[in-house]
């Protein structure tokens, strides 16, 4: 699997670029259970 990306710099591009978008996204959504929980916190 690895080699195969290695020998093909597009698959390694979108690779990456998929890669930084799940980043994102899971940082996104830790975020988000951080201040819901904060949320829930300050109400009671």
Do not use: C
Request: hydrophobic share 40%; no cysteine; glycine share 6%.
């Amino acid at each position: 699997m690895e080699e195969h990306v290695q020998g093909n710099p597009k698959a390694q591009e979108t690779i990456s670029y998929w890669w930084g978008i799940t980043t994102i996204g899971f940082y996104t959504l830790v975020a988000f259970v951080i201040l819901n929980i904060d949320y829930r916190h300050q109400k009671y």
